[in-house]
């Protein structure tokens, strides 16, 4: 099976834009979830889509959003870059839930704005 | 919410030798304690777990203990060995919510 693949990989934005980011997940898992990892505050949880909704979502402001498609694959959304969102945003997929399956983390996208 | 501390922030130790990584969580609620592995440029990889029903696993050289009443989990790599060389996260969720993540531990391991 291939594994979770993320497109693009690397990306450079500058202040004010938007950007939107994919993630295809192992085939036939429905649980995507969006991390956000920087040196500074480690590994933190987006949000969660399972079956087209959003299941769960974490402590980050409105700017950033996602959304599933009937095929599993998301896209995650960020409006109005600053500079503190540059980061490597790293997706991951699970069978239905992590809390039930193990999820598999894709390579990730380097994120940088300018 | 939860929040997660992760101690210590790095470790060397000599090849052979044991490295153990605590965690600390401060919700009650939580049930569900993965540990991933990242390697130098590469993605996390989850090399164990346990929830809250289970005191212990093991999984070959490493395991994880889980002491619910005090609120803290531990990693335990033994026999270490020099590809075990990378950051290390432990993470807790309740359930049905979100996972969160402690600050990692940057394991090195000299020959």
């Known amino acids: 099976k291939a594994g979770v693949t993320q497109t693009p990989r690397y990306l450079i934005k500058t202040r004010g834009q938007q950007v939107t980011l994919s993630c295809s997940p192992i085939?036939?898992?429905?649980?995507v979830s969006w991390y956000q990892q920087t040196p500074g505050q480690g590994l933190q949880f987006l949000f969660e889509?399972?079956?087209?909704?959003?299941?769960n979502k974490g402590n980050f402001p409105g700017r950033f959003s996602g959304r599933q498609f009937s095929n599993s694959r998301s896209e995650m959304n960020v409006s109005t870059l600053e500079l503190g969102d540059s980061a490597l945003y790293l997706c991951?997929?699970?069978?239905?839930?992590?809390?039930?399956?193990?999820?598999?983390f894709g390579p990730g996208t380097r994120l940088t704005v300018t | 919410g939860e929040n997660v501390e992760q101690h210590p922030s790095t470790l060397s130790v000599q090849e052979g030798d044991s490295a153990v990584i605590k965690c600390t969580y401060s919700?009650?609620?939580?049930?569900?304690f993965p540990w991933y592995k990242q390697e130098l440029g590469k993605r996390p990889q989850l090399i164990i777990d346990?929830?809250?029903?289970?005191g212990e696993k093991k999984d070959q050289r490493i395991a994880v203990t889980l002491n619910k009443t005090a609120k803290h989990f531990s990693l335990h790599i033994t026999e270490t060995q020099p590809e075990d060389s990378a950051v290390y996260f432990c993470?807790?969720?309740?359930?049905?919510?979100?996972?969160?993540f402690g600050t990692g531990t940057r394991l090195q391991v000299f020959p």
């Open positions: 991951a997929s699970s069978l239905v839930s992590w809390q039930a399956y193990e999820q598999y």
């Open positions: 085939s036939g898992h429905r649980s």
């Open positions: 889509y399972f079956s087209e909704t959003q299941r």
């Open positions: 919700d009650s609620a939580s049930n569900y």
């Open positions: 346990i929830r809250s029903n289970v």
């Open positions: 993470a807790a969720s309740i359930p049905d919510d979100k996972l969160i």
